[in-house]
């Protein structure tokens, strides 16, 4: 919505301290029972700094004394505030000394920052050092580095370096590519941006430069649908009185122009190259700063100074539009702007599984240590009772043998450290991203209409997907389509708009209106009522034309042609709309000028004399237009909310039981209402109301409330004609998704800025809300609330520490309840209004430590009532199944998230479109981003985005579940065999007198996590489905899995903890058993150690690759192919490894010369490799084979029965879930809810002496992915040729 301009510099700083101090005195809190929260009005502005709120006087003064306050204030605030400082074509000002700031030691740069943008991290120079650096800031690649040092001490080491090394080596290498290729990225982004061109003047001409050249002080000119470079003062433009229109979608999401204009004196002065290249204008104002609508500074020039503020301030990312030309004084450059400096910063997310995950690593360390101490003390045991009295032990040492067991602690550190997965980090990072370019490949999620793909903008979040509680939904252009269509009408008490032809019959057969009789039709309304269009072309009731006529002139709509087209730019999209229905109707609106409106009323064309516009606002609920008819007759047009109109109507008016009940109606069709009234003028009534209404506007003192007074005394005895009924449409399957994720025991709160009738109808329209539901509203929580914290102070005292908390619920069990509650209630109610404290207590210290001590009591106590009565608000709330608050602020929508996060310790995930959301959608663990009508900033903010919301249920139930499930089995599986394979050392110990004495082959436990057992655990990670994804939306009860953490927590853990001890228990004691007194066929012996390391190792690779078969769910030919492949990779490569060419070669690397076709050869070695894996499997087979038995879980059942299921999900017809309730609700009014253009049309400021046409805005992207068949076979194929 455009903010009116007004007339006059006086009046307007006049009016914008009346409302501030109005503002502020609204802000105060008082906690008083009287002090009710207006419902209609959204709380404080988000900018609104407490130390602002300080500076408040009190509401009563003398009116001299506030005088002369106000102007103190203002200096010593200007002292304070205004330190910036730009001088106009004078680059060498802004590199004086005193603008230097020091950076590090004696390097000092300029406080004012130039116009290149630098997100990447790393240049050519410093990626290696700091890349390294950040990667060594992870606990288990320092851990490993370490290890690595320590393997290089002969003395503690019994193991090779390598088999540290190249495994690190592998993890590094891997997430450096990750993190070069995201940097390149940045790169391109960086330079393309920065190499946007823009004429700057230099040496008094204007010049093509680049973005990043461009210098604070630099005065720029800008073309139409120029992006703006920097945050710049308007000077001047082509427009009249300098006027320039922007497109703002990229700061506040909202898509309407919005106009600027400069100075009246650079208005007048600088339009030519000469002028603008001499200008030496010098501006103090505020330091950069992230309040997009706030600016203060002064413009010196010509010996005079000029007040600045937001209204001549064009902001970087904004887009010049219906401007030709504009010039420009850069004031902020580069990270300096608004824009960036509302970047804010990115909160890194991490799941629920990392920090799992991160505590079961650190018990691993535990666990690590006290094996490796015990180990060690058995050492130093051994050595004291067996080694020195052992003549063919002694190594020429004569170290003691505590020194020994010290020495030999970390050895068995070094040789045990396959208990901490090296490569688990990278493995789930090569996991999440796989699934990241699932969801991005995925055509179900894919929005044909505006070509855009699901997009998962990180990789990390993936399996949190799956373990929501909580869905934080943004309303206007979330769940509906922010595309707004004149649906149905109500004229003279009759309803318009049902299938009906012209002789008023109703039909079943649906045919479309025809309206190619009306040459400016634009054919883009559906509508199937023919009865109102034989009405119109009729003339049988005056009314209905009166009501269409209505429609194009009251409004404050401006009007455009392009190609001969007539285009609207309205302040809102419902009062497009409405103007668009009438221009359909017959009644088109072409033209304006300051004082005149033209209409074509069926082809004929009559302009009337605009007497006065009364603009609406969010008080009046109403706009009005007073005209004069080209027969001489004023009328008085009105249209706003039925509550207000209705207060303001002729006691005789006949049909307003008829139209209240065609608003119930259309309350019930949850469509968005608009009363149409007028009233006729004579003349005398006409000149003295004028004369109040101009001595109103030019009130220096409380404008606002003088006009609404005036307002007050036309806008009555009002004669109803109708009402229209327009529909916010809904996204299509949001009834549906809403239902599944519900049956999925998630809940849904809606958080929106839009008034609440509007709000609730819409929760009825998407089914959140039901006839049977309960609502509750602002009052009553605050009701159920205070007598709760009464309790709860009663039940405090003594006693209270002994009797443990019982939780006592707000409701009766069983009751469908919800909660309505509006953003001033919020704040009522969470004790967040902020409250004016006075300057004397400021600077009141306490004097005594009892004073400090009571100080610091009180405090403490208002802190704990205000979390008290935070905590038993989410309790209430979380005790409803829906919950929608509307007239929130963005930072309401964040501390809205943040206090279930906090209280309720649950998963969250908050959706939105707009760039009011983006704080939401950072607060939240996963924020998702929906590419639609208010820019791409919360796209740009988000974790994932795609096109509507319907296709969040696929991201949760399918995508979301899949993950979760497929990192818990990967974890599980992961964990266990790696305990199974380092185990097998500590059962060796007791028969190598505890000497760190590794049981396998070097180059084995190298290759163990990278070759041999990797790419099955992979694909089960990537690839695993427990049931399809039509049985996971068919069935969605089988989410709650993820909620409850089923699948993986600390008892999994030490289940695949004992399961691998066991595992390893077996692996060492039946070959060892075997080997001990046997004969080999040949009469040999081979009970050799070598012998023994590859028995164990083959029974190891055997065992854990068919135990990956029996986790596996989902079965495919590459899940086969990676099991038995990595199976005879491993023999392949042990056969090669223990030949006696590759010995000769690296005789110290490769030892264990012959030893694998020596010892495979004999029979007796096969059967007991075959009998230790029957004896690790076998059990598992059973235990699974009865849990699926007798204890199933939901996904058994349904993978049980999944043939009948789908035969059944064939055969079954759609159901169409979507209803129309029988709500006697009032509908919200189909308005925008800041001002018009009144001001501007009325001003005259808008009006061209030959209007150039209004380019269309652009809003098209191009897909970032153009998905074909081969994606998932090239991911396939990665993985088999990079392991």
């Known amino acids: ?392 032990l002694y190594d020429g040492e004569n170290a003691t043998p505590s020194y020994r067991g010290f020495l030999n602690f970390w050895g068995y550190i070094i040789v045990l450290n396959t208990m901490v997965p090296i490569s688990l980090y990278v493995s789930v990072e090569i996991i999440r991203l796989g699934q990241s370019h699932f969801i991005n490949w995925d055509l179900q999620m894919y929005y044909a209409e505006k070509d855009t793909p699901a997009k998962a903008r990180t990789t990390t979040l993936n399996e949190q997907l799956g373990q929501i509680h909580y869905i934080f939904s943004d309303k206007t252009g979330t769940l509906t389509q922010n595309i707004m269509t004149f649906k149905k009408c109500c004229i003279n008490g009759q309803i318009y708009g049902d299938h009906r032809d012209a002789s008023q019959h109703s039909h079943s057969k649906i045919e479309l209106v025809d309206f190619s009789w009306n040459t400016f039709a634009d054919g883009k309304l559906a509508f199937y009522d023919h009865y109102l269009i034989e009405q119109i072309q009729s003339g049988k009731e005056p009314e209905v034309r009166q009501f269409f006529f209505l429609l194009s002139i009251c409004h404050t709509v401006m009007v455009d042609r392009i190609d001969g087209q007539l285009n609207y730019q309205a302040a809102s999209p419902d009062e497009g709309a409405l103007v668009n229905a009438a221009r359909n109707f017959g009644f088109a609106f072409l033209a304006r000028t300051q004082n005149t409106i033209t209409v074509s009323e069926l082809g004929t064309e009559r302009t009337y004399n605009v007497l006065a516009i009364l603009d609406f606002n969010s008080d009046r609920k109403r706009m009005s237009i007073i005209v004069r008819t080209p027969e001489g007759s004023i009328r008085l047009y009105c249209k706003g909310a039925d509550t207000v109109i209705y207060e303001r109507l002729h006691p005789m008016n006949p049909t307003k039981q008829e139209t209240q009940d065609a608003l119930d109606v259309f309350a019930s069709e949850t469509l968005r209402t608009l009363c149409l009234c007028y009233r006729e003028i004579e003349e005398k009534e006409f000149a003295e109301w004028n004369k109040m209404f101009m001595a109103a506007s030019v009130a220096s003192t409380n404008r606002d409330e003088a006009l609404d007074k005036v307002y007050e005394e036309i806008e009555k005895d009002l004669i109803l004609l109708g009402a229209t009924a327009i529909e916010d449409k809904l996204q299509d399957g949001v009834p549906e998704t809403i239902s599944k994720l519900a049956k999925a025991d998630i809940k849904i709160w809606v958080l929106t800025g839009d008034k609440k009738e509007t709000a609730e109808n819409i929760g009825f329209a998407c089914e959140l809300l039901t006839e049977d539901t309960t609502i509750c509203y602002g009052e009553d929580i605050n009701s159920l609330l205070h007598t709760r914290m009464e309790n709860q102070r009663n039940r405090g005292g003594v006693s209270s520490k002994f009797v443990p908390p019982v939780y006592e619920p707000f409701f009766p069990p069983g009751e469908n309840r919800a909660l309505i509650i509006t953003g001033s209630w919020l704040n009522e109610i969470l004790l967040e209004k902020k409250t004016k404290r006075s300057k004397i207590l400021k600077l009141k210290f306490p004097r005594t430590e009892e004073e400090r001590r009571m100080r610091t009591q009180s405090k403490r106590r208002l802190e704990e009532k205000k979390e008290q009565r935070q905590k038993n608000f989410v309790d209430l709330a979380c005790e409803c199944s829906a919950v929608i608050c509307c007239r929130v602020t963005p930072k309401q929508k964040a501390m809205v998230v943040d206090l279930v996060k906090r209280y309720k310790k649950a998963i969250t995930l908050a959706i939105g479109d707009g760039a009011n959301d983006v704080n939401m959608i950072k607060t939240a663990h996963i924020g998702v981003g929906i590419s639609g009508q208010e820019g791409m900033q919360a796209v740009m903010s988000s974790d994932y985005s795609f096109a509507q919301f319907r296709y969040l249920q696929r991201l949760l139930l399918v995508h979301g579940r899949w993950s979760y499930i497929r990192m818990c089995k990967f974890l599980r599986y992961f964990f266990y065999k790696n305990f199974a394979f380092t185990l097998v050392h500590f059962w060796y110990s007791f028969f190598n007198g505890y000497s760190a004495q590794t049981a396998y082959e070097d180059w084995f436990i190298t290759l163990y996590n990278v070759l041999y057992s990797s790419l099955p655990v992979l694909l089960m990670g990537l690839l695993d489905q427990d049931v399809s994804d039509k049985l996971s939306l068919q069935f969605p009860g089988l989410y709650v899995v993820g909620q409850r953490d089923t699948l993986f927590n600390y008892r999994k853990f030490f289940v695949s903890l004992l399961h691998g001890v066991l595992t390893s228990l077996v692996l060492f004691f039946i070959p060892l058993g075997a080997y001990l007194q046997t004969v080999g066929q040949d009469g040999e012996a081979p009970s050799d150690y070598q012998s023994f390391a590859v028995t164990v190792a083959s029974a190891l690779v055997i065992t854990v690759n068919f135990q990956i078969g029996l986790d596996t769910s989902y079965w495919t030919f590459v899940n086969a192919f990676s099991i038995f492949g990595s199976i005879a990779l491993y023999f392949g490569i042990m056969f090669d490894f223990h030949s006696a060419g590759i010995h000769v070669l690296f005789p110290s690397a490769f030892q264990f010369t012959g030893t694998a076709s020596n010892a495979l050869r004999q029979p007796y070695i096969w059967l007991t490799i075959i009998l230790t894996v029957a004896v690790c499997l076998l059990p598992v087979v059973a235990i699974r084979f009865l849990s699926m038995t007798i204890w199933p879980s939901e996904s058994d059942k349904i993978q049980k029965h999944r043939k009948r299921l789908k035969a059944e999900e064939q055969w079954k017809r759609p159901q169409n879930v979507f209803r129309r309730g029988t709500s006697t609700r009032r509908s919200a009014y189909a308005f925008s809810h800041q001002r018009g253009y009144a001001d501007l049309i009325s001003s005259g400021r808008s009006i061209r002496r030959k209007r150039s046409p209004l380019d269309a805005i652009i809003a098209e992207g191009t897909a970032e992915y153009r998905r074909t068949g081969e994606g998932r076979a090239v991911w396939v194929v990665f993985f088999f040729f990079f392991f």
């Open 1 to 392: 919505m455009v903010p009116p301009v007004q007339p006059c510099l006086n009046f307007q700083s006049s009016f914008k301290f009346a409302s501030r101090m109005n503002t502020e005195r609204d802000s105060e809190t008082t906690f008083d029972e009287d002090s009710q929260p207006n419902d209609e009005v959204v709380p404080y502005s988000d900018d609104e700094t407490e130390d602002e709120l300080e500076d408040q006087g009190p509401p009563l003064e003398p009116e001299q004394n506030r005088i002369n306050r106000e102007a103190e204030n203002k200096r010593e605030t200007f002292r304070k505030d205004c330190t910036w400082q730009v001088k106009a074509n004078d680059r060498k000002f802004h590199e004086q000394p005193h603008f230097m700031n020091t950076k590090f030691f004696c390097i000092k740069e300029s406080k004012y920052a130039n116009n290149a943008i630098k997100t990447y991290k790393y240049n050519g120079f410093s990626f290696l050092p700091l890349n390294l650096f950040e990667q060594f800031k992870r606990a288990a690649n320092f851990y490993f580095l370490i290890l690595l040092i320590l393997q290089a001490i002969p003395e503690i080491s019994t193991l090779a370096w390598y088999t540290t090394f190249f495994p690190l080596l592998l993890v590094l290498g891997i997430t450096a590519i990750k993190d070069i290729v995201d940097d390149v990225a940045r790169h391109k982004m960086d330079k393309e941006i920065n190499n946007r061109t823009c004429e700057v003047i230099k040496d008094g001409r204007f010049k093509i430069i680049k973005w990043k050249d461009i210098q604070v002080g630099d005065v720029i000119r800008l073309k139409k649908n120029d992006f703006i470079p920097a945050d710049i003062l308007l000077l001047s433009s082509s427009e009249p009185n300098s006027l320039c229109y922007v497109e703002t979608a990229e700061l506040d999401g909202e898509t309407n122009l919005k106009f600027k204009m400069a100075l009246e004196i650079t208005d007048q002065y600088l339009q030519t190259e000469d002028n603008l290249a001499t200008f030496d204008g010098f501006i103090e104002c505020e330091e950069p700063n992230n309040r997009l609508d706030k600016f203060t500074g002064t413009l010196f020039w010509r010996k005079r100074s000029f007040p600045l503020d937001a209204d001549k301030i064009l902001l970087r990312g904004c887009v010049i539009r219906n401007t030709d030309v504009c010039h420009g004084l850069v004031i902020f450059a580069g990270a300096d702007t608004k824009i960036m400096r509302n970047s804010g910063k990115t909160r890194f997310k991490r799941t629920k599984i990392d920090y799992l995950m991160n505590y079961m690593v650190y018990t691993i360390f535990i666990v690590l240590i006290l094996v490796s101490a015990g180990l060690a003390i058995g050492h130093a045991y051994w050595e004291a009772q067996v080694g020195d009295y052992s003549w063919y």
